[in-house]
């Protein structure tokens, strides 16, 4: 973990929030149904949270090891256009999404809870992880988040960022509320 002023450095220059998809948007528990079909749990104030990240003009995209109809699903209900699933591993994929959206590593946070996800987490700009992430992850990251994966811990990140960037209070004074 980094000071405070450290984080809201890095968290100004982000332009992409890069997720983990189980674990991170989920609480990581899969539910296999009889028939071959799968469920996974999403928390809506995560979703939200994506939903304010592109109002605010971030792109936000998906990166997991394990293809999922579910992940595909729960990608277009939130309009992330950047969607990749791949079992070849998640560097490779990483790199692409860099080239395609023409970014640097410095421009890209993302949040992991795994060994897997250490890779990506030592080269980005901004790295985070749940509150439930495996120690190994929580040990390397700039931030981690009050709350497990799959309630509220991507939240807390795209807040940060929100913040971070002075965007946060245009997007509360839509609501009404006082800034």
């Known amino acids: 973990m980094v000071s405070k002023s450290t984080l809201r450095t890095k968290a100004a220059r982000v332009r992409l929030l890069l997720f983990d998809v189980d674990g991170v948007l989920t609480d990581g528990a899969l539910f296999i149904h009889s028939g071959g079909g799968e469920t996974k749990r999403f928390h809506i104030r995560d979703g939200t949270a994506i939903v304010w990240a592109h109002r605010a ?58 060994l897997l996800d250490l890779p990506i987490l030592d080269r980005v700009g901004f790295s985070a992880a749940p509150a439930d992430a495996v120690p190994e992850v929580r040990r390397r990251v700039h931030f981690v988040s009050q709350a497990p994966g799959g309630s509220g811990a991507v939240r807390e990140l ?11 209070h245009t997007l509360v004074a839509e609501y009404g509320l006082p800034t």
């Not at 795209?158 to 946060?168: G, P």
């Open 57 to 114: 003009g971030l792109m936000t995209g998906l990166l997991s090891a394990r293809p999922s109809a579910v992940t595909s699903h729960r990608a277009a209900q939130l309009a992330i256009r950047i969607v990749a699933q791949s079992n070849r591993g998640k560097v490779p994929a990483f790199e692409q999404i860099l080239r395609e959206q023409h970014l640097t590593d410095d421009e890209v946070a993302y949040m992991g809870d795994d």
């Open 158 to 168: 795209v807040e940060l960022v929100l913040k971070a960037q002075d965007r946060w």
